[in-house]
């Protein structure tokens, strides 16, 4: 149980205002309708980071004063003073606006509007890049990193908590643990859907990591979204031309790796690492220590990839197909890897033939 609040998603639960995919309040929201405790500096309405900081708190959005009161769980998040950190912040107001604009996709962060807080500028901490807030519908739940137990499978806690402890337990040297049929269902299941749609609207998200994955529970089923578009963009012609590298190294292509143009094959990369992570529940390059450099030897210059899974990681079979699928996520030539919904349907294909029972009904 427990787990802490990130920003919500369309079709979860939290705050007053009920489930469901929040409609966009408006171009920009009222300032004066949030409560927050925009100074409590580091408490637990606060949490900060090297792009500055998120405030959690409430908005009342009831429509007028005769109606019931509507009050929505909220986070509002702001850059720091860094000129990096207030320019990744516009571009993920610009993104999370598109896609809001176009009508939303089901499975990404449920963007509610933005908000300008010059109105309430004396209640602000120091140290802002910006009163331009992004504001996301908050729920409960926890990012995929946090349920392997790196020790081949799932714990009966976690197991527990998810409610897919229905399962035939497996004796591992660690304990008692369930394998995760259901948790690799749903992550490669329900990401590779709205990265598709992403990918056809030309924005590429650039960080896609088991971090950036929530699961959650939504009335009473476990629901796996992507999340944080701090480092997405939207692609302009054939690729898209960076003068910084960002993201998480062990995620990366060799093509982000080393500052060159990109395009949105660099997130299937990062899916096939995903793959290879909630399979092997062992984080990817954990040797590499995550350091760019290393990685940037490693995979860019002598053509490392990570170790394939054993036969045991598919206890249903089908190993051989999804091996070929993952070493086809990582050809070193972007053009050669299958886009997202080329996965997405070979996936289907490979569950429906029988292969496995991981994934397929979410596709």
């Not at 927050?36 to 900060?48: D, L, S, Y």
Request: hydrophobic share 35%; proline share 7%; net charge positive.
């Amino acid at each position: 149980g427990g787990g802490f609040r990130f920003p919500g998603f369309g079709g979860g639960g939290g705050g007053g205002g009920g489930g469901g995919t929040t409609t966009l309040v408006g171009p920009s929201m009222d300032a004066t309708k949030f409560k927050v405790a925009w100074r409590q500096n580091g408490g637990p309405m606060m949490q900060q980071g090297g792009f500055g900081y998120v405030f959690f708190g409430t908005y009342d959005a009831t429509p007028n004063p005769n109606a019931k009161p509507v009050f929505v769980e909220v986070c509002i998040k702001l850059p720091n003073e860094d000129p990096d950190s207030v320019k990744a912040h516009q571009g993920e107001m610009e993104i999370n606006k598109k896609v809001a604009e176009s009508g939303g996709i089901p499975g990404v962060a449920d963007f509610i509007g933005t908000v300008d807080l010059n109105p309430i500028s004396q209640q602000l901490p120091n140290g802002l890049g910006s009163k331009q807030g992004i504001v996301w519908r908050v729920v409960k739940g926890k990012t995929l990193d946090n349920f392997f137990d790196r020790g081949g499978g799932m714990s009966p806690v976690v197991a527990n908590t998810l409610r897919i402890n229905n399962e035939p337990p497996t004796k591992i040297k660690g304990g008692v643990v369930y394998i995760k049929t259901a948790l690799c269902e749903k992550v490669l299941g329900e990401t590779l859907l709205p990265l598709a749609q992403l990918h056809e609207r030309g924005i590429i998200h650039r960080d896609l990591n088991s971090r950036n994955i929530l699961l959650t529970l939504n009335h009473g089923h476990l629901t796996a979204k992507v999340a944080d578009f701090g480092c997405a963009r939207k692609v302009k012609g054939a690729a898209l031309t960076t003068t910084t590298i960002s993201g998480s190294p062990a995620y990366m292509a060799p093509e982000q790796l080393e500052g060159k143009d990109l395009t949105d094959r660099v997130d299937v990369w990062a899916f096939g690492v995903l793959f290879w992570e909630t399979m092997c529940d062992q984080p990817p390059w954990a040797s590499k220590g995550n350091s760019l450099d290393a990685l940037k030897h490693a995979v860019s210059l002598q053509g490392e990839r990570l170790p394939l899974p054993s036969s045991d990681k598919f206890p249903n079979g089908g190993r051989a197909q999804y091996i070929k699928l993952m070493e086809a996520t990582w050809h070193v030539v972007p053009t050669a890897r299958p886009s997202m919904s080329t996965i997405a349907r070979n996936i289907g294909h490979i569950a429906a033939s029988g292969g496995s029972s991981y994934v397929g009904e979410h596709l």
